[in-house]
Structures are given as C-alpha cells and as structure tokens.
C-alpha cells in the first residue's frame, strides 16, 4: 500500500497478559523501524529490520519483547507478560532507503 | 543524555506570518536531518529533510537550514497557516537505514 498500516487501533491488555501489534509497511520498502512513545513527545527506538532481517535491535527490553518481518505477511512486535509501564502509543515506520522514515498511524497499548 | 533538543515548547504566530523552528543537536556523527509535523491521535508526518552535505533545502513553503559548525538546524514555513498549528519534532540519524533520534517537539499555533 502507499501508507503504513498498523493493526489494531487499541489494545487493552491485563498485566502479566501477551500483546502481540501488526505493522504493513509501504510496498517496496525495505526498512521497517518500530518506536515507542511514552511520554507525550517522546519517541524511543526500539528495533529495525531491513527485509526480513533485524537490523538493529539495541533498543528492544530482549526478556519480553521480540518482533518478526517474515516475507509476505505483516510485521509483528510482541511483548510477553506485559507490565504497567509497557503502556504507550507503538509506532512502525518504513523506508525505502534508509533516509525519510515514514510513520503509521500508531497502537496504543494500555495495561491495566 | 539528550543528543537532539527543541528548546522552545511552544511557538505562536499570526495567520501569514513566519514561524521558525529551532533543533540542536550534539552529534558529530548524525548525517541526515529530518523535521516532521504530528497531530494528536496520528503518527508523525514527514516534511522535509536536508543531508549534512548541504546547508539549505526548500520545498514549497518549507524551508530548512543546517549550520553544521554550530550543530544548529532551523525549519522555515512561509507563509503560516492555521492549518500548520501542529507539534513539530526534529529527528536526525546517523547512517542510512539507522534509527531516528528525536527532539521533545515543538507545538506551533497559527492564529488566524
């Protein structure tokens, strides 16, 4: 598609539940980014993929969160045993060269 | 440690008139330089970008500077219009395909 899609809109989960976010990024693009934004205006990076291969994951918490870019289906970010402080808007970006990022329109994950 | 900072949280201006945006950074090694424009509710926006090869980059009312002996970058919109009243961020990255680093933001109100 010519935008980056992000499913769902909103997703509550209980603490200790799994939360699992859906990115499809603009067709032709190779890079996929996922950032979190806490605070109201800022955006913490948390993991690139170029193509189906993760290229820099320094900002992902590795004990609860992974995410995937498989070939042909949409890019996933996972967070097992959610906690109170997972609450944030997530959003995806994709690229097609590595300069301009361009985002979707976000997941609030709210955990209660 | 806060490697891109928008020092001013807020800007007013009237319908017409120019806004200018302010972002420094202290990254010597940040090579690529992007502003972007974020409603409530909504993923960021791309707007404009400028290489470090540059100094200047313009795109109908946008404009942005580089000043990279000062580490200084500045976005221009002329003329404003209501319809700009946004938060406005900075972001810079390092090597293509790396992560974005953003600012706090800016929130622009054009007073018509």
């Known amino acids: 598609g010519e935008e980056v899609a992000q499913t769902p809109k909103h997703l509550v989960r209980g603490e200790g539940q799994k939360a699992k976010l859906y990115c499809a990024p603009i067709k032709g693009h190779s890079y996929v980014f996922w950032y979190q934004q806490v605070l109201k205006n800022e955006f913490k990076f948390l993991i690139s993929?170029?193509?189906?291969?993760?290229?820099?994951e320094t900002g992902m918490p590795k004990e609860r969160f992974s995410a995937k870019c498989l070939p042909n289906s949409p890019c996933s970010l996972e967070i097992q045993a959610t906690k109170l402080e997972d609450s944030a808007v997530y959003f995806c970006?994709?690229?097609?060269?590595?300069?301009?990022?361009?985002f979707g329109p976000g997941t609030r994950l709210t955990v209660l | 440690d806060q490697q891109v900072k928008q020092n001013s949280p807020s800007l007013s201006v009237q319908e017409g008139r120019i806004s200018i945006l302010n972002c420094d950074y202290t990254n010597s090694m940040f090579d690529y330089f992007l502003w972007y424009k974020k409603y409530p509710a909504e993923g960021p926006t791309f707007l404009i970008s400028i290489s470090s090869i540059k100094d200047k980059n313009e795109d109908g009312r946008f404009t942005v500077f580089l000043n990279k002996s000062a580490k200084h970058l500045s976005l221009h919109i002329v003329p404003s219009q209501p319809g700009d009243s946004a938060v406005y961020f900075c972001?810079?990255?390092?090597?293509?395909?790396?992560?974005?680093?953003f600012g706090e933001g800016t929130q622009l109100t054009v007073n018509p």
């Open positions: 970006a994709s690229s097609s060269l590595g300069n301009e990022q361009f």
């Open positions: 972001a810079a990255r390092e090597t293509s395909g790396s992560r974005l680093t």
């Open positions: 993929f170029q193509n189906e291969n993760v290229f820099d």
